[in-house]
C-alpha cells in the first residue's frame, strides 16, 4: 500500500485530509484527522511524595477526565513541550525528565503521536490551572502511589503511563488486575 496524494479539505483548530492510497493497483480514498503531536508526563513531586494529575473537561469525551500533564507540541521539540506543559499546568519547573515511549494515539485515522514522559518535581514556581487564553480550566489532582493505582482512570496516554509505573515498581494496579480477571473469564 503506498500514499499517491493527499488533499486537505479543512483547515481549523484541527486539519483533515483526503489521503489517496493505492493498493495493488487499486486507488482507495481516506480521510485523515491531523492534530499534530503532543507530549505528557507522569509527575512525580519527590518532597510531597505524591503523583500529580490534572482533571479537566474534554469535548469529545463529553466530560471531565483525569489526564496526565500535557500539551500539543509548537515545534518539533516533545522535552521543551511537556515542561512548558507541566509549568503552565501545574505551576512546577522539572528536576528530572525520563522519556518512556512515543506511540500513536489512533493511528487508523489520526496523525497524532505522543511523546510520554515520567517527571520529576519539587518547587512550584508559579500559579497554574492552565491558561485562560486557551480556556483551560484545569483542576490539580495529587495521589499517593497506592491510591494513583486505584483511580478509575479513561484517557490512554494515562493508563499507559501508570501501567508503565506499575511495570517499573513491580506492582499491580487496579485495572491491571480488571484486565486480569476479564481474561481469566474468558
Given at each position: 500500500m503506498k500514499i499517491k496524494k493527499k488533499e486537505t479539505i479543512y483547515n481549523g483548530f484541527y486539519t483533515f485530509r483526503k489521503v489517496y492510497l493505492?493498493?495493488?493497483?487499486?486507488?482507495?480514498?481516506?480521510?485523515?484527522?491531523?492534530?499534530?503531536?503532543?507530549?505528557?508526563?507522569?509527575?512525580?513531586?519527590?518532597?510531597?511524595?505524591?503523583?500529580?494529575?490534572?482533571?479537566?473537561?474534554?469535548?469529545?469525551?463529553?466530560?471531565?477526565?483525569?489526564?496526565?500533564?500535557?500539551?500539543?507540541?509548537?515545534?518539533?521539540d516533545p522535552e521543551k513541550a511537556v515542561r512548558k506543559e507541566i509549568e503552565e499546568e501545574i505551576g512546577y519547573k522539572v528536576d528530572h525528565l525520563e522519556h518512556i515511549w512515543d506511540f500513536y494515539s489512533s493511528p487508523g485515522a489520526c496523525t497524532e503521536v505522543v511523546y510520554l514522559f515520567y517527571a520529576e518535581v519539587s518547587q512550584k514556581k508559579a500559579e497554574s490551572g492552565g491558561k485562560d487564553e486557551e480556556h483551560e480550566q484545569i483542576n490539580i489532582k495529587e495521589f499517593t502511589e497506592e491510591e494513583l493505582f486505584y483511580q478509575p482512570l479513561q484517557d490512554a496516554k494515562t493508563v499507559i503511563a501508570v501501567q508503565w509505573l506499575a511495570a517499573r515498581l513491580g506492582k499491580s494496579s487496579a485495572n491491571n488486575a480488571r484486565i486480569s480477571k476479564t481474561d481469566a473469564a474468558d
Open positions: 493505492e493498493d495493488k493497483g487499486e486507488t482507495i480514498e481516506r480521510e485523515q484527522f491531523d492534530s499534530g503531536g503532543a507530549a505528557a508526563a507522569l509527575v512525580y513531586d519527590t518532597e510531597k511524595q505524591r503523583y500529580i494529575l490534572v482533571k479537566q473537561f474534554r469535548y469529545s469525551a463529553e466530560q471531565e477526565l483525569l489526564e496526565l500533564v500535557a500539551g500539543v507540541l509548537e515545534g518539533n
